[in-house]
């Protein structure tokens, strides 16, 4: 056999060692399940899934943009925070208690929030792992720990889920929720991802937007968003959404991750004015903004809801994009001031309770 004979069969080798190699880690658990039988037939049953995929409204059209991220890439922002973020931990038990009536927020970092509202418990997009990735020995690290850890994370009713990328949807969270009898609702095919992680039937809850599920007299709506999805790839393969949580006197409304579009006053119009908007304010740039909105499209988007405090969230604990740091909350804060919005910028870990007041500490600016 000649030498580029060998070479070939060499190389053919590698690629097939290679592929198959690929074939085997993405069956792996953490990249989820195959949406099949029944859960197949209600996804493409909804009139958002179109030609084999799940589509915005209006339409994103995808523009990779590569020069422009790579210069975007290349310029030199601090990405990091350069000093100890500041957490203020939650007593280990303290969630075995009952909550209490009435409304409050606690913001664990990037879009992760415990809400109590008329006396029930839920998180939004919970993540407690160290790394927002498939593997927890590469990917982005925290940059702060959770005010909770998550072996101690209990007492939690009810989770939603905005969309199934990583920082959104962790693998070790949902499954230590899920042993604790916590219900999760979820967009349309993302309980194909649960199932496969063991999450009793009984507690996962799919939907498709504007439908709606109770949990001790707090309604949970399914609302748009304009998005992405997918674990495996970008295939748009399970569908994203808002969330707007509705007690008998409060309402809570959570962005996920979207664009601006016209699906905020869309919201207000069906489901009427929140009481606290939690918006996603970080991780743009500037070939994304249909699907990842910037600090002034976010503070709009609030407007647009008609909401009466917005407390900024996606931010802060991971490294997903190419601003500063502190970019998205310092544009958040000048936007807000520019419309007169009331912001909360709570530490996390600190209680942000309806109905009083709110004293703001600018902890994200180095020696405050």
């Known amino acids: 056999m000649s030498r580029r004979a060998q070479f070939l069969l060499v190389f053919v080798c590698l690629a097939a060692l290679l592929g198959m190699s690929t074939v085997l880690v993405l069956q792996l658990p953490t990249f989820g399940g195959e949406i099949q039988g029944e859960r197949l037939e209600r996804v493409r049953g ?15 059209a995808n523009d990779l943009a590569l020069m422009q991220n790579l210069r975007d890439y290349m310029g030199g922002q601090q990405r990091e925070p350069g000093f100890a973020i ?31 509202i008329d006396g029930v418990r839920i998180m939004t997009d919970p993540v407690l792992s160290e790394r927002a990735s498939p593997f927890q020995f590469l990917g982005p690290q925290r940059f702060h720990s959770p005010p909770l850890a998550l072996a101690q994370l209990e007492g ?18 949902v499954r230590r929720l899920a042993s604790k009898g916590t219900h999760f609702y979820v967009g349309l095919g993302i309980g194909a991802h649960l199932q496969r992680w063991q999450v009793p039937t009984a507690q996962i809850h799919e939907m498709d937007w504007w439908e709606h599920a109770s949990i001790r007299g707090v309604t949970i709506h399914n609302t748009p968003a304009r998005h ?7 295939d748009n393969s399970t569908l994203w959404s808002s969330w707007m949580l509705k007690g008998s006197g ?24 929140p009481d606290i908007a939690l918006i996603k304010v970080g991780a743009y740039g500037n070939s994304w903004l249909d699907i990842h909105m910037d600090p002034e499209s976010a503070v709009q ?36 001031k520019a419309k007169g919005v009331e912001l909360v910028t709570p530490r996390v870990g600190e209680v942000v309770e309806f109905g009083q007041p709110f004293t703001n500490q600018a902890w994200y600016l180095p020696g405050t």
């Open 301 to 336: 988007s609030h407007v647009d809801l008609g909401a009466k405090r917005m407390l900024p969230v996606h931010w802060a604990t991971f490294n997903m994009s190419y601003h500063a740091w502190s970019e998205p909350i310092l544009r958040a804060v000048a936007a807000a």
């Open 46 to 60: 909804s009139p958002h899934y179109v030609d084999g995929q799940f589509e915005n409204s209006p339409p994103y």
């Open 250 to 273: 409060y309402a809570i409304y959570y962005s996920g991750d979207t664009g601006y579009g016209p699906h905020f006053r869309a919201i207000r119009e069906r489901l009427g004015e």
């Open 228 to 234: 992405y999805s997918g674990r495996k790839s970008m």
């Open 86 to 116: 500041p957490v203020v931990p939650l007593a280990p038990g303290s969630l075995r208690e009952p909550a209490q009536s009435g409304m409050r927020v606690i913001w664990f970092g990037h879009s992760s929030v415990l809400v109590e």
């Open 156 to 173: 939690i009713d009810a989770v939603v889920i905005s969309h199934d990328h990583y920082d959104h949807l962790d693998m070790d969270t």
